[in-house]
Structures are given as C-alpha cells and as structure tokens.
C-alpha cells in the first residue's frame, strides 16, 4: 500500500509543480500567492511520501486531496485535475488495503511469500 500512495503523492507533487506556470501565466494568480502554494503543496506531498511508514502520513495524504481540489479555487482546471488524483489516491489506499489483508491472510494459512502457489 505505502508503494503505491507514494507513487501517486509523488506524481502530484510533480504535477503541483507545473501547475505553478499556469497560475502565473494563464490564470494571472499573482506570484506571491502561486510559488509558495503550488511548490508548498508539492513539497507537502514529497514529504508525506516520506512519511507514509506511519499511519498519520495516510491522514496528511488524504488533506493534501482536498487541498488540492481546493487548487481549483484558482485555476479552474484543478478540479477536474484533483478529483482525478484523488480518485487515484483512494484506489492506491483501498487497493494496497485489500492486498496487505490477502497477504496477512496467506500468511496466517500457511502459504509461501507473495500468495504463489509452491512447486512440486
């Protein structure tokens, strides 16, 4: 699960980044608002990768969502944009449930690693 919820903190990072550009140039947000939204969100959701080791990191994870929905306050745009993230950000959280459970079940019956079925 902390695999997959990084991989999509870091892609928003990435695109909280570029959005930067857009606020400024597109949308006329002024640059003192832009630089210090845009890149702390991005900064936020690098850190929050980091932090993911921790159940409070999930919670953090699922804040920056709504913030950057909220993005869409500014450049229109980012709603579409952040709800799509989000949605990713939830099936990364649910899915990377549902496989620690089978991997925690497989276990507890005795498989072998990774749910694999042994060779005779």
Same mark, same amino acid.
């Given at each position: ?7 999509? *903190? ?6 909280? @980044? /570029?959005? +930067? $550009?857009? #606020?400024?140039? &597109?949308?006329?947000?002024?640059? %003192? ?30 804040? *920056? ?6 993005? @869409? /306050?500014? +450049? $229109?745009? #980012?709603?579409? &944009?952040?709800?799509?993230?989000? %949605? ?33």
């Amino acid at each position: 699960m902390r695999g997959m919820c990084a991989a999509m *903190l870091m892609f928003e990072a990435l695109l909280l @980044g /570029l959005a +930067v $550009p857009v #606020m400024i140039s &597109v949308e006329s947000v002024d640059k %003192a608002v832009a630089l210090p939204l845009g890149l702390g969100l991005a900064l936020l959701c690098l850190l929050t990768a980091g932090m993911l080791r921790r159940p409070e990191g999930y919670l953090v994870g699922h804040v *920056l969502q709504v913030a950057t929905i909220a993005t @869409g /306050l500014l +450049v $229109p745009i #980012m709603f579409f &944009v952040g709800a799509m993230f989000a %949605a990713l950000w939830c099936a990364a959280f649910v899915l990377g449930r549902r496989i620690e459970a089978d991997k925690a079940r497989w276990a507890a019956e005795g498989h072998p690693a990774g749910g694999e079925a042994e060779q005779v």
